[in-house]
């Protein structure tokens, strides 16, 4: 154990020692106890399948990857620690810092949606700070911690953007095996019940899992709750795919409105005939009345995921974006506000007059009480559409004299032989070497 031996010495008398010691910064990640740290960066521009969007607030990004060094140490990898409950490591941090050594950074919320401990592979959500569309931004990830506590927060990654509820779908945060109930990831706890599915609807999806809907009486239903009685501003973003053998129908993939008088409030619909589609967000201003639309007709391929994005601008206009692209746009009598519904949120289902059962996989699901920028809907897209053009993963580094506590005799005072000194505030702290 190091002991340290603190003194208050006047700033006056230190200074008469400050010559002897280098100008270094002190790596939180190494100085945390973790063995090792990997750069991740992202990729600048939309265009370039990277960072669309320029802005100083968190912004929720996905990394995937197989790295042999985060297998579990029991396979021979490099992580100390993981939690059998969530299938997750224990021992990984990830920071805003932008050098493992000289620029450790500060932790930001992250949470594994996935992690396989026999290879490496993973699907890790984190709140970005501070990204740019045209410098690429890096984030630290440091692993290796036999003593470390877990500082995964998956409630707090979606918290910043105006997430009223987030369904990656990819994990059964609140499930038994038989029967997957979906865990909203933002603060807003809007925890999904699934209705008539089990274990075999869960599938791969777009990034990790996803929900495989039959379309005759599976859904996901989310109670009603304040933060998704939106009546201002709204977006709804997924991505879809379609099987190429369903028949002419009408689907909602996100849905907040039972269809009798009443209860109409916001959805997302997606409609087969004759092997055309058609895909449509629908505001409803009148509890009891006819929805105001936009729409857009043979954006889906069937057999392929599709992303699809909802904006409603209050007054103002309803687009449609598919895969990053504007589609559609409707921008005639556009309704001062949506109608308060208490109905229920359900994804993959409506009954109004007729059964609308949803046929394929969804993935991804989010609603936002604000309507987002195109670019914010770009970048969304280039991250989840490919992880691998959005994000580089560096080499492995280690703890380097360059960086964290140098200890080395011809830069550091020497008390005595097994003590360091480091100034702090006007005090000076003895370190008793191991």
Known sequence: M???IITTLRVSLLSLFLFILPNTASSAGFDDGYTYCRPMTMTAGGTSGGVATTTTSGFPLVATSTIADLKHADHGGKIELFNT?????????ITNGTDCNSDPGTTIDFFFESYASTTGAFVLWAQAPDISSTTAKTLLMYYGNGSAT???NERAVFDAQGEAGVWTLGHDGVATTTVPDFRDSSPNTND???QNMNSTNLVDGQMDGALDFDGIDDNVTV????SLDITGALTISTWIYINDNVSARFWSSVNKNEGACGSRSYRMEIGVNNGSDTVSMHIYNDLCGSAVSASVNNVITANTWTHIVGVYQPSDFI???????LSAENISSIPASIADSSSNLVLGEIVSGQLQAYTGRIDDVRVYNRGIHSMDIKTI????????TFWTFGAEETQSGGGGEDTTPSRVLRLFEGFTVK????RVILHQKQ
């Open 2 to 4: 190091r002991k340290f």
């Open 319 to 325: 687009r449609l974006y598919v895969n990053g692209a």
């Open 423 to 426: 100034f702090i505030s006007g």
């Open 381 to 388: 897209y280039n991250n989840t559409l490919d992880s691998t």
């Open 85 to 93: 409950a969530s299938t997750t490591p224990t021992d990984v941090m």
């Open 223 to 226: 109670n009603d709750s304040s």
């Open 192 to 194: 999904g019940t699934s």
């Open 150 to 152: 877990d500082q995964s």
